[in-house]
């Protein structure tokens, strides 16, 4: 099971990780867009923390509704939209929630994975933050059916966005910013997959942690 | 990077407070969430065209705001894309009863931002239209990109655009003027510098002495190629070839239909420019290229389109769309009718275009 | 050095054809001698005003030909002084019958020319005046140097001066007025990078990565004073002290004489700015600076004349008066009073200037 | 005697001096003023080679007088009417002259100095031109009082010139451009001091030569 506080605490080190990120992150996006990703990521993280207490002893839903509302209103640019229906969506998918079963975690990544599709339209390969989450969301789905437990399975998926991510070093963008730098975009590693394969390695840290 | 600034956090709103002190006559500066709107607004039985982006691009979008252009415009941060909240509440700010037009460039970023404005204005009863600017030949195709970017044009349609809401266009009306003056311009651009975004603190990529970059978009992007340096009329000849050999481009957008309160997609296909055809020219400076090495530019530009029967009936020279301080210049070709130049020659008052007032 | 230019010999020539060729409606350029003028040249009855000056200061001076400002420009070699022939011309050109009134910028150069020009003039018969502007406060005293550089004000001085031209005034008031123009204006500059003149190939001078130049003026020349780098803030604030803590200003001028055909000399002390004067606040690019940064010193620069109780009526913001592609701004404040005013306001349709109309 | 071949020979080797030491005098003018002596003086010098074929065989003073009125409409800047009115008032000094004896060489110095003085207003020790032609006009004077023959009168003279130039180097300017410096044009040569010595130094040369 995870607790309220436990999506509280991963919000919480996720700012961090972003902010420890934030030259790494924009690095990225300088090779291949506009010098920007880590500076919104951060921006966005920020104002989720002044935020959170707010509405911290409320339900899960709220909490990523509010997280994902509060992205939307700072961040700008293509993240800031794609990550902000990430936590719309996955809030709106556990109204009332109090504590989170496998199902419903599950049930969290992929209605927030869903958002990013229906704003965003990648496909697999774009080189995009969706060529990490949709293998992540596969590997969960799959270490979830084998019976593995919330950590191993995350775990699996964790790996799985890692590999995604790295996979999109050779891709050719085809969305975004990257995509006007045609064949010059190969060779680099998409930003946006990059914070998402963070977002997840920052969930299953925060787990472990307990 | 040596940049007048104070901390780099405030470099968006104290650009804007200057402003605000600078332009009380024609401008009133919104904070949290930014935006810059007219200060006679709303006007009264007028369609409110409202458009934004990233900042470091200016005088555009906040200098255009005035009579005969914007009704408002929503900086984001530097070369990031502003935020709903600010497009929604300065639609609600300027909306004068007869709807908001959003004149969108085309990113990613812009797109996805101002259509859920678009969305929570038309919510709060809202009559609203999206209207996309992707005109950069530099991007040859839609399927296996973002499409366009909205680069010199933008200005072009601001102007025109904001002509014809001046004399009351209604919003399907300007929508469609809007949608054949972005299909009727086209662009390309280059850099001989980078630009330095202050919070990145350094140049965003590295050119030689002796290269210049291709087909750059408006935000520090590279180019489309890399080349070494050549001559003003060498670099026309590029530019202006690429504007003037560039084929038909498709692609499909997306509008707000008010009747089913859903977007439609529409599929776009515009002409290329052919002889016989008169143009507004638009040579535009970077940021860092001074207003003489422009005429170096339009001068030949005018002698290419001479040649190739293109008629240049008006033209605009001068820093307008801007990255920063980047060296470098684009030229825009916009095609013409007696509509668009009727609204083109519409007097204008703004802090940064001004005639017929 | 990398510039959208051709040969370098040819800069100045193809930039004044691009000109001709963009604003054929406002301007013709007459070459060998080279000057600007306006295209409907000469106006019967008015006072001629003509400027002149190197080239690289662009908009200024041939950007400011037009109805109500310029009716002629000399541009020279690139910060080279024109040669009085082409002075000599465009007077002939351009007199409409009620005399010539030079607008002189105070470098030993453009004086010695310029005062050539005008016995030139006066032997054809011409009735001639010429008025030197020299507003920069960055130079201290006129009796160990050539005295004050005209920089800033020059601007403020062509369009005040070509308005009341363009209501008739005569040679005589006409010159008064410009002189109190002048003695109203008080201008500082600072760069952050140097600027590359074409024929040199390489920056004038070197600035290191953290460093400013105060007091420069504007053809590329070291300033006053190098300074660490400082915040936008605090560079106004240096900037704003040195015009409005600038104590009375005396210096000789020669004007001419038109019943004696002699030059004549004439001391004029211009008095400090105190609190309760309404002024004219200029805030310039000197070409590689984006107007947004000028929008964070016009920001400060309002906050600290507020405080010393200079209230500015008037402002301008812009690139108009600049060093080629140097990074860098200039301020100036100008004391105004109703016939100051009357004729900042009126109207004006230049390449580089335009409102009213 | 000094013929007017040797004075046409005079201005078209000057005409090569000034070329080779275009980037010399450019310079020395970016140093303490703006980037541009040696191309004014090679730009006007050019023009005078283009006209002296159409006067060279009219008198003395006319060729200088013509060279005077090019370098006026070709120069611009300060050393334009400063050097043009050097020549205009040497060859109004000369009129109708085939040949110059000692004396009129000194009257077209003289008077061409004359005219400097009247248009720039220098004074001595003001770091300019005026710094090298008052010592080698004194020079030249004094030699000649001495019974000094041409070319040993114009030695000394040059060698004064030379002198001159070099004191220059610890003035302060207080006219032309270089005075916006103040302190700071200290230890630097003034390029105008420095065309006139190579004036003075190249009209010794040309006569050495027969
Ligand atoms: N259409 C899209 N669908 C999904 N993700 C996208 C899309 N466009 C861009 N992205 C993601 O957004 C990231 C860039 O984010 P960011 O730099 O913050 O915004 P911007 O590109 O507006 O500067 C890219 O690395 C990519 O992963
Ligand atoms: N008032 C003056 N009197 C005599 N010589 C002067 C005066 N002002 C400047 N000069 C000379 O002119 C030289 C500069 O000439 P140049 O660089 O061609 O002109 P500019 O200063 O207009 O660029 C100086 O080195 C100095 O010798
Ligand atoms: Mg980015
Ligand atoms: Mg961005
Ligand atoms: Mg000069
Ligand atoms: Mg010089």
């Known amino acids: 099971m995870v607790t309220r506080d436990q999506i509280v605490q991963w919000l919480n080190n996720l700012a961090e990780v972003l902010a420890e990120n934030k030259e790494y992150l924009t690095d990225l996006d300088s090779a291949i867009g506009d010098a920007d990703h880590g500076i919104n990521m951060n921006r966005g993280f920020k104002k989720v923390i002044e935020k959170l207490p707010s509405v911290a002893d409320t339900d899960i839903g709220n909490i990523l509704k509010t997280t994902g509302m509060t992205l939307i209103s700072s961040v700008g640019g293509a993240s800031g939209p794609l990550y902000g229906t990430f936590f719309m969506r996955s809030g709106m998918a556990l109204q009332a929630k109090q504590e989170l079963d496998d199902g419903d975690l599950y049930q969290m990544l992929e209605s927030g994975v869903e958002g990013i599709v229906q704003r965003g339209r ?20 799959a270490a979830t059916a084998n019976g593995d437990n919330t950590i191993t399975a995350l775990e699996k ?19 975004g910013r990257a995509s006007y ?24 840290e925060t787990l472990q942690a307990e | 990077m040596k940049k007048l600034i104070n901390a780099i956090d405030d470099v968006v709103k104290e650009q804007l407070e200057g402003m605000a002190v600078a332009h009380p006559d024609l401008i009133k500066v919104h904070f949290e969430p930014n935006f810059v709107y007219r200060a006679d607004a709303p006007v009264s039985g007028k369609v409110a065209v409202i458009s934004g982006g990233g900042s470091g691009h200016e005088p555009m979008h906040g200098g255009f ?25 300065a639609a609600k700010m300027v909306d ?6 959003y004149l969108v460039k085309n990113y990613t970023g812009d797109v996805l931002n101002f259509e859920t404005a678009a969305e929570l204005a038309f919510a709060e009863g809202v009559k609203v239209q999206s209207i996309l600017i992707d005109d950069d030949t530099a991007v040859k195709d839609s399927l296996y990109t973002a499409g366009r970017r909205g680069v010199g044009t933008t200005v072009l349609v601001e102007k025109i655009v904001g002509g014809a809401a001046e004399a009351k266009y209604p919003l399907d ?26 919070a990145a603190g350094k140049p965003t990529f590295d050119l030689g002495p002796n290269e210049f970059e291709f087909g750059i978009g408006i935000h520090g ?15 026309t000849e590029m530019m202006a070839a690429a504007i003037i050999d560039d084929g ?28 016989g055809d008169e143009v507004i020219a638009f040579v535009n400076s970077m940021g860092g290229t001074p207003v003489s090495e422009l005429y170096a530019i339009y001068r030949k530009l005018a002698e290419i389109c001479k040649g190739k029967g293109l008629k240049i009936v008006r033209n605009l020279i001068g820093p307008y769309i801007t990255s920063l301080d980047m060296a470098g210049c684009s030229i825009t070709l916009m095609k013409t009718d007696a509509e668009i130049l009727k609204f083109w020659d519409a007097p204008v008052k703004t802090p940064g275009l001004r005639w017929g007032v």
């Open chain 1, 122 to 141: 990648p496909v697999l390969g774009d080189k995009t933050m969706f060529d990490a989450w949709s293998p992540a969301l596969e590997a969960l789905k």
């Open chain 1, 157 to 175: 998926s964790v790996m799985a966005a890692e590999q995604g991510m790295k996979d999109t070093i050779p891709m050719q963008a085809r969305k």
């Open chain 1, 181 to 204: 730098l045609g064949e010059r975009s190969i060779g680099h590693q998409d930003p946006g997959a990059t914070s998402s394969y963070l977002m997840l390695k920052t969930l299953l």
């Open chain 2, 65 to 89: 705001v005035g009579m005969g252009m914007l009704d408002a415009a929503c900086p984001g941060e530097v070369f990031t894309s502003p935020t709903p909240d600010q497009m929604y509440e």
């Open chain 2, 96 to 101: 004068g009863g007869a709807g908001v037009l």
């Open chain 2, 173 to 198: 009306k300007l929508s469609d003027l809007a949608r054949k003056a972005n299909m009727y311009g086209r662009s390309i651009g280059i850099a001989l510098t980078s630009c330095t975004v202050p």
């Open chain 2, 221 to 235: 992007e590279p180019g489309r190629e890399r080349f070494d340096m050549k001559t003003a009329d060498e670099i």
């Open chain 2, 248 to 275: 038909p481009y498709t692609r499909t957008v997306r509008e707000w239909d008010n009747d089913s309160g859903e977007w439609v997609e529409k599929k776009l296909t515009d002409d290329p420019l052919k002889s």
